[in-house]
């Protein structure tokens, strides 16, 4: 198809050229695109006086996109940063002002019963996390954007990358997203055609289920021979307590009760202005067709050791969106011609110690001298890109994530099954009993409610969600408000139903439509059919999405594509 033939007769599209185009304005995005500016000085310094061989490199056209409002929109993590990576890239980044809201002070880990609260006397080494800063990743993010700004980086909001361009195999650039098209795909009177960027090398760093990066790993069969992608959701809130209550600077995490069909766990940060972050994680290869995250952290509040914590306090801010758990063995193909893959989007996170900021950034900064070695050479094909992967592997990134590459796999087992083989795992420097563990999709993993809770499974109070009270809780629709999530409504909806007819007269019946329960914001309802008595259809409220892209991971038929909305659509996250 050609670039210009879904547009209004007469009109084209704008075409720019760059030298490096990153898909993504998050840490891994804009730590490449801040590392390289830091290694052209340093290499045009030393031609400058003499000291290294070579031409100068003048100006290269450095491009971000970010397809939020602005960088840090649609930034969302726990957060707890550990500095290894930042200190490398800026060693003063405290003086320079790093948005860090407290380091850490104290550290502990807790089993929850139903009622009851036990400390682990020795808190897990996983679990330490003494020298690590609790931060705000949007709020992060946004400084790491205005110092690339600072340093001559262009980074383009609002624009979404929706088609990468090829020549054979080699990617040559990208398409961008229209603007100002209706509910039916058709030109309003505003419409904007998108663009296309041509580049001499393309850094994806999307992030979790980076949506262009899928159509290029299935073109370019980069993840022959790899484990499936499996992932974990995470919610979140900020609560505001009373002043004077809140020692900052602790790092609390949780097992047990809420989760007690799914595998997953809880955290508790404090920060200044007597503010708690109180979060829950759940691997999406559970079982379980109602697991419902929203509904878990409501009832994690009414859980005596947390209720005593909180009580007070008020819910100021939410969020949601899932991370990357398969790791080492999930890893895609990283480099090739004319691209290479940075961060969550290659499945960089360690999950054993839910940290995978410090590795995004680091593969930003290893993909920023492999772009260096490619444009001193005037040459960005796999031969150069290719050592890329070489360098994450000989990195910290790619030995932690090895030192954790079978942990995901194990945990799915269930808490007390995989508890010595964990152990083992230890020992045996992430081995284990067996290596290479294979994982299942987590799409095919969900069973039928029946299976699952038996004949009753509204009436158990696992299902039942705290009564809300618009301080401490919420229902799904209250929460997604304090997201400030927007997308225009005469617009195309991105979230892509195969076959609504499943829907109906299968996954409601049977399943009990696990998207209504798993979206963490309300986009997914099923209403009584207009044409089909006694059944039930399913709506789609699109303009309430999170960007979290649970539905297109997690549905047990894999109905749902999220495709990217129009740029500057979704969240509005300032405190995450």
Known sequence: ?????????????????????????GSAGLSCAYHL???????????????????AIADPMIVVLEKGMEVGAHSFSGAVLKPTALAEMMPDYREQG?????????????????????????????????????VSLSKLNRWLAQKCEERGVNIFPGFAAVEALYEGDRIVGIRTGDKGRDKNGQPKPNFEPGMILKAKIVIFAEGTRGSLFRQVQKRLNLREGKNAEVFEEGVKEIIQMPPGTVEAGQVIHTMGFPLHKSIGGTFIYTIP???????????????????????ELQQLKTHPFIRRMIDGGKVIAYGGKTLPAGGYYSMPKL?????????????????????????????GMLAAETILDGLLKNDTSEAVTSAY????????????????????QTLSKGMMAS????????????????????????AKTTEKVLDVWGPDAWSQPDNQLPKPDGV????????????????????PNHLLIGDGDICRTTCKPEYESPCVHFCPANVYEMLPSAGHQGQYELQVNFTNCIHCKTCDIKCPFENIDWTVPEGGGGPQYRET
Request: hydrophobic share 40%; proline share 5%; aromatic share 6%.
């Open 98 to 134: 790093c948005p860090i809201d407290s380091d850490v002070k104290k550290d502990a880990v807790y089993y929850l019963g139903r009622h009851s609260a036990f400390k682990l006397p020795i808190t897990p080494p996983p679990f330490h996390n003494m020298g690590n800063h609790i």
């Open 419 to 442: 508890m010595p083989l964990l152990a083992l795992q230890e020992i045996t420097a992430g081995r284990g009993l067996f290596d290479h563990m294979p994982v299942e999709l987590d």
């Open 1 to 25: 198809m050609s670039v210009n033939s879904d547009l209004p007769e007469g009109m084209t599209r704008e075409t720019m050229d760059v030298d490096v185009l990153i898909v993504g304005g």
């Open 335 to 363: 480099g090739g011609d004319g691209w290479m893959a940075c961060g969550d989007v290659a499945s960089m996170v360690d999950v054993q110690k839910l940290k995978g900021i410090h590795l995004a950034m680091k593969s």
């Open 37 to 55: 500016t830091s290694l052209l000085k340093k290499h045009n310094d030393e031609i400058a006086a003499g000291t290294r061989q070579g031409e």
């Open 389 to 408: 992967g070489r360098r994450i592997e000989e990195s910290f990134v790619g030995k932690e994530l090895h030192r954790v590459r079978n942990f995901h």
């Open 472 to 491: 401490l809780f919420f229902d799904k629709l209250s929460s997604v408000y304090l997201t400030g999530s927007m997308h225009d409504e005469d617009s």
């Open 273 to 295: 202005g007597d503010k708690i972050i109180l979060g829950l994680v759940a691997y999406l290869d559970t079982h379980d067709p109602l697991l419902d995250p929203h509904r």
